[in-house]
């Protein structure tokens, strides 16, 4: 469990969110909720960075869906929850919460690239303290074409991402168009299933 000045760093980076959400409720056991509690009392949750990344809101467990269409892709029989989300539908999930807690590992499901990666030492308080403040999620902090979308005038809602159209092309704003979240996630894993 990281100290609070550790989890001070993420707000350091990223702010408090705007707007503010309800935190999810990940856990099961008390103590796991207590200690979540502290956490979500530093950092908060919903959206930060003008709206390209979501984290730790009640809404997120609606996205689990998602996990389901990478069904052939995500090892069977593991107990997942999401709990964050990029601009382009990259989506942060806890594994095991229910017998881990915030040790939960924590993976990333990148739907452009169609992969799933778990990270040694990856769980709620490393998350907070050195992942996302030292942007070490491959490509999960990327905002440059998100940047120039919302430069230009762009707004998602929240349900939508800016997906990718073609894998084969660059990943540019040219390359990206608005999309419903669940329904990328199920194009995109129905495009590596065939």
């Known amino acids: 469990m990281s100290s609070e000045p550790e989890i001070s760093i993420f707000t350091h980076h990223f702010g408090r969110p705007d707007p503010a959400v309800p935190p999810g409720d990940f856990f099961a056991d008390k103590f796991d909720k207590s200690l979540w509690r502290m956490m979500y009392d530093e950092v908060g949750a919903g959206w930060y960075l003008d709206g ?6 009640a809404e997120l467990p ?9 069904g052939a892709l ?9 709990i964050g989300r990029n601009a382009y539908g990259m989506l942060l999930v806890a594994e095991h919460t229910t017998e881990e807690g915030t040790d939960a590992p924590i993976g990333l499901l990148d739907p452009a690239a169609g992969t799933y990666t778990t990270f040694e030492g990856l769980d709620f308080a490393s998350l907070l303290s050195d992942w996302l403040p030292e942007d070490l999620l491959p490509g999960f902090l990327q905002p440059e ?8 005038g762009g707004q998602l ?4 991402v800016l997906a ?6 660059p990943f540019t704003l040219e390359n990206l168009a608005a999309e419903d979240v669940l329904a990328y996630h199920r194009r995109m894993a129905a495009r590596r299933a065939s």
Request: negative net charge; hydrophobic residues 45%.
């Open 52 to 57: 390209f990344l979501y984290l730790f809101g």
């Open 62 to 70: 609606q996205l689990n869906p998602a996990l389901d269409a990478w």
């Open 74 to 82: 995500l090892p069977a029989g593991v107990e997942r929850v999401v």
């Open 145 to 152: 074409p998100y940047v120039t979308f919302r430069a230009g």
């Open 157 to 160: 809602p929240p349900n939508e």
């Open 164 to 169: 990718l159209r073609s894998p084969e092309a």
